[in-house]
């Protein structure tokens, strides 16, 4: 090993006062010049290539082509973590299907509607319940073109003051005895009474399976499912049906809390045939925000719990009252009870113009964040004659009038399987560090510890307060130094 003098390592001696030997040093370190410090940082950062770039005992062309390499590198690092910047801020989404088996499944609720809301005979017992039909049910004009089979509408020959509609409506509908012939739940007897009350967009309908808790099926197969035997009363219907020209039933199948908007997702069967539902559950969670648009705090001013259907009925349910200071029977609040005159001169062209100018879609109406559906398929058939045969023994009705009047109906699960739709964020926090490091490790050689060398760095120039001269050593011996 080679030996250092003292004037290798300490400038000239210079004796003092004392008689000692007085060595000064001068360090670059820790107080060296900024460039210097600079230098030096930059060939000791953990960054591929800029060692090279900052090398000055390397060629200038070398160096120049370093220093190009590492510029491409960060500009290419930058638009990658800008990219992923990007794609992070608009929280992307991936969407999980899975197919979940069950045990049991719980049984939809299932609303009927007889496509006749007003029964003939007791509309006679009624005053005023002809003009209660007339605006119920379109005029054959708007069938037929001819402006003379329009019957009058004048409200003002009829007296309404004090009249209970709610209780007009409940009186006019078909009686839910009158409708279920018989009901078996999963091979048990069930009756009308298993049935209740609905008011919904079609008057006065019932409900199986309404009340909590819910009935579950626990075996697949029409079996052990509803099945119904339904009188149609085709004789007690009033000229045309308000939404159709058919007989026979509308059937929805949904949740218990949700609103049965039975015009717009219902399903209808015909008398004379046995119509078969197969039916399959769909259940779909959603992100709340700012992923998803759901808004599991979303309340409503006429309905104690949140529903998509729920959400629409109210939204059409506030501006019918807003426009015409009353309510439909169907709808919940403390409004009035619309009568026929604000019917007739207000409630219908609401309505109208609700729909004609899309006013649905400035409500705010999101998707629930756990919602379940229920995806039906169907199929029918006539009854055979030896089946009308039966049914006119035991129930004792001509083969006409079951053919135009008795409806056979089974509903159930196909399998005790249901649909799984979850939605999951699809970029979180750490794949996007972990793609910025991606971007560090590949195009530089460093990580993300290389960010922190450099704040670090900066931080101990900015604060030490010396950026520039170094700073002297003062070393005194008393004893004789060799020189």
Not at 122 to 136: C, H, M, Q, T
Not at 175 to 193: A, L, Q, V, Y
């Amino acid at each position: 090993m080679r030996d250092h003098k003292v004037s290798d390592i300490f400038d000239t001696p210079v004796k003092n006062q004392n008689g000692g030997v007085q060595l000064t040093e001068t360090s670059t370190e820790p107080h060296a010049t900024f460039g210097a410090r600079a230098a030096t940082f930059f060939r000791e950062i953990n960054i591929s290539g800029i060692k090279h770039a900052a090398n000055s005992g390397s060629s200038i062309p070398r160096r120049v082509v370093w220093m190009l390499l590492v510029l491409f590198a960060i500009g290419f690092m930058s638009y990658q973590i800008s990219e992923r910047i990007r794609h992070f801020i608009s929280r992307p989404v991936s969407v999980k299907v899975s197919l979940e088996h069950e045990k049991s499944l719980k049984f939809p609720a299932v609303t009927i509607c007889n496509e006749n809301l007003i029964r003939k005979s007791e509309a006679r017992k009624i005053p005023g319940a002809e003009f209660l039909a007339s605006y119920l049910y379109p005029p054959l004009a708007a069938f037929t073109g001819d402006n003379d089979s329009s019957p009058p509408l004048d409200p003002s020959i009829y007296n309404f003051t004090g009249v209970d509609w709610k209780g007009t409506y409940i009186a006019l509908s078909q009686r839910p005895e009158n409708m279920i012939r018989k009901c078996i739940w999963s091979g048990e007897e069930c009756t009308s009474r298993n049935f209740t009350r609905t008011w919904t967009d079609m008057g006065v309908c019932y409900t199986f399976n309404l009340d909590l808790p819910q009935l579950n099926q626990t075996r697949a197969g029409a079996s052990y499912g509803l099945q119904l035997l339904m009188d149609v009363e085709q004789f007690e219907y009033l000229a045309l049906s308000p939404t159709s020209a058919a007989a026979g039933y509308v059937v929805l199948l949904h949740e218990p809390e949700d609103v049965p908007l039975m015009q717009d997702l219902a399903f209808k069967v015909s008398p004379g045939f046995h119509t078969v539902v197969g039916a399959t559950v769909q259940r779909r969670i959603s992100l709340q925000a700012p992923f998803g648009v759901c808004e599991p705090s979303k309340t409503l001013n006429r309905y104690s719990q949140y529903s998509l259907s729920a959400c629409k009925s109210n939204c059409q349910a506030d501006y019918i009252s807003d426009t015409c200071d009353c309510r439909l029977p169907a709808v919940p609040g403390n409004e009035s009870i619309c009568d026929p005159n604000k019917l007739l001169t207000c409630v219908f062209k609401a309505e109208d113009n609700y729909i004609k100018n899309n006013l649905a879609a400035k409500c705010s109406c999101p998707l629930p964040c756990d919602e379940v559906s229920y995806q039906t398929s169907l199929s029918s058939s006539c009854f055979a004659d030896y089946a009308m045969d039966v049914f006119s023994d035991r129930m004792g009705f001509t083969r006409d009038y079951l053919k135009g009047n008795i409806v056979k109906l089974d509903i159930y699960f196909k399998t005790l399987s249901f649909l799984k739709i979850e939605e999951k964020e699809a970029y979180t926090w750490l794949a996007f560090w972990c793609d910025v490091g991606g971007a560090f490790g590949l195009l530089l050689g460093s990580t993300i510890l290389t960010i922190v060398e450099i704040f670090d760095f900066i931080a101990r120039n900015a604060f030490s307060g010396q950026l520039k001269g170094g700073q002297t050593k003062v070393i005194v011996f008393t004893g004789n130094l060799k020189s």
